[in-house]
């Protein structure tokens, strides 16, 4: 494990940095003086000195929704909504007390951390806004923990949430409901901003120090069990992103720095009391959903880039990542799957790319399939029953979602099986069917 110590220490000001990414104008955002700042998301470089002036009251978080920016007030109690030219918009300021980050959830609501009671807000929780600003209520973060700072949405279902008061980072689904930790408490002491730098990696800005026990700084954890993978001891951080170039920022009440994690070394971009990292794409693209499924598919020779099986469904191919970042030289759905290739999906709306998911094929020469003659399923989709009829006994099904996880196995031994899939999820599922010697794989939708 790493412990390395930052260079410098800063003169207080009053910043904010924020992270914006676009795919024509990739930038970071600093508020000092009540200026909002663009940088170079590679190198951190100062590109335009004052975006946005903004009110006091400790501006914490910043976040695009659609193609708005919305900025916490941490003691003013507001949300303010800019436009994309950084023109006021209005501002959300009831039902709100100590508010910290926030974060799109699902692609379709914004979740806010609210900490107090006054002016009606609802204390320990976690407050809902839809894209318009309607209030959609909230749900409380106690018993399980207390003083919510910052959420991330892992794009699997789950939000993440860090806390100052149980110094935990949670794990919860889309519709609130706890699900357990990915940091237990007492590991560290105080957790601000959080952010997924790669799968299976949470950054983690840990502002304060257990006495005897771990100390405060940057910290690597892993997604899968909460393990310590990296730490640095830089100071009471605040903030935390990952830059383009590998080196990781952070922020602190002295300022921002940037932080080189193959050297340990630390060094400094500008000084003030700085708060959260965001992310914005400034042309009004907003990044889709990134394409899910399993990373490894085998196929028959034959197949095509048509029967990988993805979700969304409706995604765009590349056989480079280069390519596949750039869309450029998109493949046809009836090409031919290579062997050992590894194919790039994209989910492409309104001209916006999501980041490449890659899967990587085994194409073999022959295996035993189904006749179709003697075999059928529907309706596909299906909200609820699916069918599934062959002329030999169907001995075994196992139904799996595109993360590999299985949902249901049954051994029916009969020619027509009635599946109640009323209580998965909506989304694809893969079904694995065995009768007698004949075995295949189809792929369900339920809506």
């Given at each position: 494990?790493?412990?390395?110590?930052?260079?410098?220490?800063?003169?207080?000001?009053?910043?904010?940095?924020?992270?914006?990414?676009?795919?024509a104008q990739e930038r970071i955002a600093v508020i000092q003086d009540s200026?909002?700042?663009?940088?170079?998301?590679?190198?951190?470089?100062?590109?335009?000195?004052?975006?946005?002036?903004?009110?006091?009251?400790?501006?914490?978080?910043?976040?695009?929704?659609?193609?708005?920016?919305?900025?916490?007030?941490?003691?003013?109690?507001?949300?303010?909504?800019?436009?994309?030219?950084?023109?006021?918009?209005?501002?959300?300021?009831?039902?709100?007390?100590?508010?910290?980050?926030?974060?799109?959830?699902?692609?379709?609501?914004?979740?806010?951390?609210?900490?107090?009671?006054?002016?009606?807000?609802?204390?320990?929780?976690?407050?809902?806004?839809?894209?318009?600003?309607?209030?959609?209520?909230?749900?409380?973060?106690?018993?399980?923990?207390?003083?919510?700072?910052?959420?991330?949405?892992?794009?699997?279902?789950?939000?993440?949430?860090?806390?100052?008061?149980?110094?935990?980072?949670?794990?919860?689904?889309?519709?609130?409901?706890?699900?357990?930790?990915?940091?237990?408490?007492?590991?560290?002491?105080?957790?601000?901003?959080?952010?997924?730098?790669?799968?299976?990696?949470?950054?983690?800005?840990?502002?304060?120090?257990?006495?005897?026990?771990?100390?405060?700084?940057?910290?690597?954890?892993?997604?899968?069990?909460?393990?310590?993978?990296?730490?640095?001891?830089?100071?009471?951080?605040?903030?935390?992103?990952?830059?383009?170039?590998?080196?990781?920022?952070?922020?602190?009440?002295?300022?921002?720095?940037?932080?080189?994690?193959?050297?340990?070394?630390?060094?400094?971009?500008?000084?003030?009391?700085?708060?959260?990292?965001?992310?914005?794409?400034?042309?009004?693209?907003?990044?889709?959903?990134?394409?899910?499924?399993?990373?490894?598919?085998?196929?028959?020779?034959?197949?095509?880039?048509?029967?990988?099986?993805?979700?969304?469904?409706?995604?765009?191919?590349?056989?480079?990542?280069?390519?596949?970042?750039?869309?450029?030289?998109?493949?046809?759905?009836?090409?031919?799957?290579?062997?050992?290739?590894?194919?790039?999906?994209?989910?492409?709306?309104?001209?916006?790319?999501?980041?490449?998911?890659?899967?990587?094929?085994?194409?073999?020469?022959?295996?035993?399939?189904?006749?179709?003659?003697?075999?059928?399923?529907?309706?596909?989709?299906?909200?609820?029953?699916?069918?599934?009829?062959?002329?030999?006994?169907?001995?075994?099904?196992?139904?799996?979602?595109?993360?590999?996880?299985?949902?249901?196995?049954?051994?029916?031994?009969?020619?027509?099986?009635?599946?109640?899939?009323?209580?998965?999820?909506?989304?694809?599922?893969?079904?694995?069917?065995?009768?007698?010697?004949?075995?295949?794989?189809?792929?369900?939708?339920?809506?």
């Amino acid at each position: 494990m790493k412990n390395f110590t930052s260079l410098k220490n800063i003169i207080p000001l009053f910043l904010i940095l924020i992270v914006v990414s676009v795919s024509a104008q990739e930038r970071i955002a600093v508020i000092q003086d009540s200026q909002v700042r663009l940088l170079d998301t590679d190198n951190g470089d100062i590109i335009d000195p004052s975006f946005i002036s903004l009110d006091s009251g400790t501006p914490k978080a910043l976040i695009q929704v659609a193609d708005e920016i919305w900025i916490s007030y941490q003691l003013a109690d507001k949300v303010e909504r800019y436009d994309l030219d950084g023109n006021l918009l209005g501002s959300i300021d009831t039902g709100l007390d100590n508010i910290r980050g926030l974060s799109v959830v699902n692609g379709t609501e914004v979740w806010l951390c609210n900490s107090g009671t006054n002016n009606g807000a609802p204390g320990e929780a976690i407050v809902r806004f839809d894209f318009s600003g309607n209030n959609l209520g909230f749900f409380l973060t106690t018993p399980q923990s207390d003083s919510p700072f910052d959420i991330i949405d892992n794009g699997n279902g789950e939000v993440y949430i860090s806390y100052s008061g149980t110094s935990n980072i949670e794990r919860r689904d889309y519709n609130g409901v706890f699900l357990g930790n990915i940091v237990e408490q007492g590991v560290v002491n105080f957790i601000q901003q959080i952010e997924i730098e790669e799968p299976g990696v949470v950054l983690a800005s840990v502002f304060s120090i257990i006495s005897g026990g771990n100390q405060n700084g940057l910290y690597r954890f892993s997604e899968m069990d909460g393990s310590i993978i990296d730490y640095w001891s830089l100071g009471n951080l605040r903030g935390v992103a990952k830059l383009g170039n590998g080196n990781i920022l952070w922020s602190s009440g002295a300022g921002i720095s940037k932080l080189n994690p193959d050297t340990g070394v630390s060094v400094s971009i500008n000084s003030g009391s700085t708060q959260y990292f965001g992310r914005l794409n400034l042309d009004g693209c907003v990044t889709p959903a990134t394409p899910t499924g399993d990373s490894m598919q085998s196929f028959v020779q034959g197949a095509t880039l048509a029967d990988i099986v993805v979700d969304p469904t409706d995604v765009t191919w590349f056989a480079t990542e280069a390519d596949a970042m750039n869309n450029t030289n998109p493949l046809p759905l009836d090409t031919l799957l290579e062997n050992g290739q590894t194919y790039y999906a994209v989910n492409i709306i309104d001209g916006c790319l999501s980041d490449p998911f890659a899967v990587t094929v085994t194409v073999t020469l022959s295996t035993t399939e189904f006749n179709d003659d003697n075999f059928s399923y529907y309706p596909n989709p299906t909200p609820d029953i699916l069918t599934l009829k062959h002329s030999a006994i169907i001995s075994d099904i196992s139904i799996n979602n595109l993360l590999g996880q299985n949902m249901l196995h049954l051994r029916p031994k009969s020619t027509e099986v009635v599946l109640d899939m009323s209580s998965l999820p909506q989304g694809v599922y893969l079904i694995n069917l065995r009768a007698t010697d004949d075995k295949t794989t189809i792929k369900v939708i339920k809506n």
